[in-house]
């Protein structure tokens, strides 16, 4: 009884929180962890011990497959460089830093204990950056590579922790095959695994199966691999990764609609959840090491040099990684020059097929599409300076730091040292970020260019449905099935498919508006009266439930058709 009655209260907080955070501008995850903290320390409040096998295994693999669901793979392998660099290299020189440095300041802590908690520290939390930054015109490819090195970076803390604690000793050739063995291990089954998932859930119909089945994946990918001493959380990425790139050709609409809708809301809970549980634990914490010589105010003085010090790793690592990326242009250029050359010479030879054709001139677009991405937003030093200061640490900092054994050597001491960092990097960074994004790019209108691509892709959709649309036409016209058509339904199915494509017409227009006197487009002009023709009949339906006239069974049916019509008014950026 008191559990269910704490979820309720924590989910309710959580949503409070989450809608004050929205009105005020300040991230959620860092009023989530200030609330945890005075709650704790309430003087009815029990002491608050969460066991880190529950965070390892119930709360990561979930939260890091909605993650990985919901990165396009695209992003992703444009920003492969950038991503490995900050997730896996960085990570590494970090803990090695931290641990080696903290060993020769206080030689009472054991090299290896200082790099388990340098490998604690290590790897980011986007959630607060990536929110902040979504708020405030945070370039899109900035975004992207937050988000893609939270992915990775758990798992290279994660593997090299476990290396650091084994036989109390660190020894790198063992590191390095462990690790070695770890990442490849843990790709290989994500991949597999992410292959069976797919195929699975692509032949059932039923959207309540698949709905279960989806939950069962992260855990479908993790358990395997822990078990045979891989990386779980880099196989739950690899096979969220999979999924959200297969989704759109293997799973139904339905099937996509209900997996984003019911993600999206575990995340939310989870997520700031675990904030909230952040801050309830410093009291916690605090008592652990009451009796310790090292009181809590010198553990705090490590804590923030321990920031110190990864604040400085970060920034001198990204200098030489922006400086590596100057060329990237030129060789994406050279690259769509190549086979540009290839793709000309194969269009005009008659002894390639079509289908053969096909994939080179996708491999020519392709090209392309990551020549102007590489060119229109290319990495600069306000880039790199926001990279920097977005280094913020979270849920797999305090979870990693709760399973070092018990027998290692100060651990209560390193366990409240990774919260201290934590907690400084959220506050420190989450409240300074905003102001440096909006020093960085004063007045960005990061909608301009968003309402171009809007505008330009469903151009590019609606002409793709003109041409089916005249090639199935033009091939009956021999006396097929369509021969005989009226052409009013012909039109008919024009002006349906440009009403669904509505939506974006509005996004665009809103993303460029600018002030109360923007006049109103036609697609807002039409979306406007097609929710003024809706509300009418959604109030209808309401009298004719309450008059009782219909059966509750063609009610129904009505109040689907509605609200499948109002979300295909809604826009897509605000479904998002």
């Known amino acids: ?139 899109s490819r900035l975004v992207s590579i937050l988000e893609g090195e939270s992915l990775v970076n758990d798992a290279t803390s994660l593997v090299l922790l476990k290396t650091a604690v084994a036989a109390g000793s660190f020894v790198f050739w063992d590191a390095v095959g462990n690790f070695s063995f770890a990442v490849a291990a843990a790709v290989l089954i994500g991949f597999v695994m992410g292959i069976i998932t797919v195929w699975l859930r692509s032949h059932l119909r039923n959207p309540v199966y698949d709905t279960v089945i989806s939950f069962t994946v992260p855990f479908v990918a993790f358990i395997p691999a822990e078990y045979v001493g891989a990386s779980g959380v880099l196989a739950v990425v690899v096979t969220g990764l999979y999924t959200g790139h297969h989704s759109a050709k293997r799973f139904s609409a339905t099937a996509r609609v209900n997996e984003r809708l019911n993600w999206r809301t575990l995340q939310f ?88 054709m096909k994939r080179v001139e996708l491999m020519r677009q392709r090209s392309e599409a990551d020549l102007a991405h590489e060119q229109e937003q290319a990495l600069g030093w306000r880039d790199g300076a926001v990279l920097s200061w977005s280094g913020m640490r979270g849920v797999v900092t305090l979870a990693a730091a709760q399973t070092i054994p018990t027998e290692v050597p100060y651990r209560a001491q390193v366990v409240l040292i990774a919260f201290i960092v934590a907690i400084a990097t959220l506050l420190l960074h ?8 909006r020093r960085l790019w004063p007045g960005q209108n990061a909608g301009s260019h968003t309402a171009r691509e809007l505008a330009a892709l469903r151009t590019d959709l609606l002409e793709a449905g003109d041409t089916a649309l005249e090639d199935e036409l033009s091939g009956d016209e021999s006396g097929g099935a369509s021969s005989d058509l009226d052409p009013a339904l012909i039109d008919r199915v024009r002006q349906t498919s440009k009403a669904a494509l509505a939506p974006l017409a509005l996004s665009a227009s809103s993303a460029t508006a600018s002030g109360d006197s923007a006049a109103e487009t036609p697609a807002q002009a039409y979306l406007r009266l097609a929710r003024t023709v809706l509300q009418a009949q959604r109030e209808t339906l309401i009298e004719e439930q309450a008059i009782g006239r219909y059966s509750s069974q063609t009610l129904r049916a009505a109040e689907v058709a509605l609200d499948a019509h109002e979300t295909r008014l809604t826009p897509p950026t605000e479904s998002h």
């Open 269 to 356: 809970v989870v997520e700031n959840g675990v904030f909230l549980v952040m801050g309830l634990q410093l009291h916690s914490l605090v008592e652990q090491v009451s009796d310790s010589p090292w009181k809590f105010q010198h553990l705090t003085l490590i804590g923030l040099g321990v920031v110190l010090v990864l604040i400085l790793c970060r920034a001198l690592f990204l200098a030489p990684l922006l400086w590596s990326m100057r060329g990237d242009a030129d060789r994406l250029e050279h690259r769509s020059r190549t086979i540009g050359l290839f793709a000309a010479r194969a269009k005009g030879s008659d002894r390639v097929d079509p289908s053969k």
């Open 430 to 437: 989450g409240l300074t970020l905003p102001m440096m994004i």
């Open 1 to 139: 009884m008191e559990i269910g009655l704490v979820a309720v209260v924590g989910i309710v907080l959580v949503v409070a929180v989450a809608i004050v955070s929205s009105r005020i501008g300040v991230a959620a995850p860092l009023l989530l962890v200030v609330a945890g903290i005075g709650i704790g320390y309430l003087p009815f409040v029990p002491l608050v011990e969460i066991d880190p096998e529950i965070i390892l295994l119930g709360v990561l693999p979930p939260l890091l497959y909605a993650a990985a669901v919901n990165v396009p793979f695209v992003d992703f392998r444009r920003n492969f460089k950038p991503v490995i660099g900050l997730s896996v290299v960085l990570v590494i020189l970090s803990a090695v830093i931290v641990g080696v440095l903290l060993h020769l300041i206080i030689p009472a802590i054991p090299l290896p204990v200082g790099i388990a908690l340098g490998a604690v520290v290590s790897p980011t939390d986007a959630v607060a950056a990536t929110s902040i930054g979504k708020k405030l015109g945070m370039p």
